[in-house]
């Protein structure tokens, strides 16, 4: 059992010492390109990124290095247990948002790779909402009080809700610092008119909705009929049984 435990921890280790490596190594390169790339591309050209894709990227990186840290500090002083399963599967999905997405250019480069990302968070944040419900509840283990639609219905309010605050902090960054998170302009900087330029944001939070559906289906079925499933993503207080 000790063993066990121990090899889980080095995979978890493991993972995020990669995952924060992937996102350190390429400042002193962003820094760079910040410093000599253009401000505008005022020929249009395609493929050729100027300051503020680069300051994207720093931003990007840097947000993504305190994410990283975010689970031991909840962690810190034994005041909560996240899943392994939980904790694998937030630093993939950082290292794909965050390494790939900016860095690698996978949103320009691969078909629907924000779509795909956006649908397994939206999925993520609704496993979210059953953590947060279990924490409020004060439940002395994994059972809960209240109705499992009613925590099912709290759990998807929940990821939508972080879905559209995310939208929010997009479109604020995207005007203060002239960045293109919402993807409102063309990669050759030529802006988008009428629905297009709403489709990235809409599309995001359709995206949004359905995978924190379909998380909370599963999740009100995992805990209508007693299955289990669910409570193998949820957070708890330390002296709580998590499978």
């Known amino acids: 059992m000790r063993k066990s435990i121990k090899n889980k921890k080095d995979i978890k280790s493991i993972i995020s010492k990669f995952v924060l490596a992937s996102f350190i190594i390429p400042l002193g390169f962003i820094v760079y390109r910040i ?27 840097l947000l993504g290095i305190v994410a990283i840290f975010i689970p031991k500090l909840l962690s810190k002083k034994n005041k909560f247990k996240i899943p392994n399963m939980m904790y694998i599967i937030y630093m993939i999905f950082l290292y794909a948002a965050i390494f790939l997405g900016e860095v690698r250019d996978f949103y320009y480069r ?8 956006h649908t397994f968070s939206g999925g993520g944040i609704g496993a979210l909402g059953f953590s947060v419900v279990s924490l409020l509840n004060k439940s002395e283990d994994i059972k809960f009080n ?31 610092l002239g960045l293109n998170m919402q993807k409102f302009a063309l990669e050759n900087g030529v802006d988008l008119v009428g629905r297009l ?13 359905l995978g924190a559906f379909v998380m909370c289906a599963i999740g009100y079925v995992s805990l209508k009929h007693k299955k289990g499933w669910i ?13």
Do not use: R
């Open 35 to 61: 410093i000599t790339s253009p401000v505008n591309n005022d020929m249009h050209v395609a493929n050729v990124k100027v300051k503020s894709d680069y300051v994207l990227m720093l931003i990007q990186c």
């Open 231 to 243: 409570e193998k993503f949820i957070i708890t207080k330390n002296k709580d049984t998590v499978n």
């Open 197 to 209: 330029a709403l489709k990235d944001t809409m599309k995001d939070l359709i995206v949004d909705a």
């Open 146 to 176: 209240l109705s499992p639609f009613f925590v099912s219905l709290f759990a998807f309010c929940f990821a939508v809700s972080i879905g559209v605050f995310w939208e929010i902090y997009e479109f604020s960054f995207d005007g203060i």
């Open 110 to 117: 691969v078909p629907h790779w924000d779509t795909i990302l």
